[in-house]
């Protein structure tokens, strides 16, 4: 009878901080103590007694969630809507922008139809799980470092009048929808230079057909960058997440905002001012396809502007960012 009681208590205080488990230990011995003398009075504990009341008190794990005071999991029910919304807008918008991707490919080039599909197939099963993870982390983020901003979002078994949030001022109010296309603008660019970038430059068309592409990236090391731009695409998809269960701008979503913003940005300066990400060979490529003549006007106009890609990409990256950041910071000081 004692070792079903040892078991039992044992398999409760594993479940629980260590600070906690002496004290549940003890308290819960002695409540297994009275509740069997409850029912055996005279103190002719049987084991049938000890099992009765095991049962009564229920599975291990459901005691050691009563006494840890707090549920465990990822994404709690409070947010559980709002995120598989935002999962399904990203799958959704994801998987219908690569397939009419791969439709136009496999139009444009019917003989590479097979690897094409194989392609289309690939990338599903590896960006699927990417997109999952990097939604689920948002969300899990908010659940977990930002529990004060669900203290409004009720069950409906919980739900009362008075728990009803307050109108948002205008000011500092996010639309959902400006949070959907900045999910989805992230997708499509997980897409677009993931699985895709070979696409990413001047196409050349012979017999209305593409027949080759100035790629503007430098096809043999831009796998090195792929984590890295997975990264920055993340942190994206992260931020405009926590802008949808918000919806509206406050102190903490502004520092979110900063955090996602500066790291996204080094990253950026970091692959973009690599020496191998753009391709070495794109003015020798240009001229080879008859695009421009070396040595004429536009030759140099089309390698200055190459030359200077990487400033102007860099600068138009810094300033998105930032805005984001700055526009966050004045809606909340407008609302106070």
Known sequence: MMEMIDRYVYAVVKRLPTDQRKDVEQELRSLIEDMLEERNKEGNITEEHVNDVLVELGSPGKMAERYRGTKRYIIGPEIYDLFMIVLKISLVSYIAVQTVISFIQMVMTPVEILNIFIDFIVSIVITIPIIIGWVT??????????????????????????SL???????????R?????????????????AFNSEYFGIWIFENDKLAYVISFLNEKTFNSYFILLLIVFGFG?????????????????VIFTAIANILSLIFIMFIITGDNLWNPEFMNELVQHNFVKEGSEGYDTVRLLWER??????????FALVWDIVAGYIKVRKGK
């Open 177 to 193: 929808k400006e949070a959907i296309v900045g999910i989805i603008f992230y997708v499509l660019f997980i897409i677009a230079l």
């Open 137 to 162: 982390l948002a969300f899990g983020i908010v659940q977990h470092f930002a529990p004060d901003s669900l203290g409004k979002i009720q069950l409906e078994k919980d739900w009362s009048p008075a």
């Open 165 to 175: 949030p307050l109108v948002p001022d205008h000011r500092r109010q996010i639309n």
């Open 309 to 318: 890609l990487t400033q102007w990409v860099m600068l138009f990256f810094a």
């Open 237 to 253: 998809i992260i931020k405009e997440s926590m802008k949808f269960i918000y919806e509206k701008w406050t102190y903490s979503l």
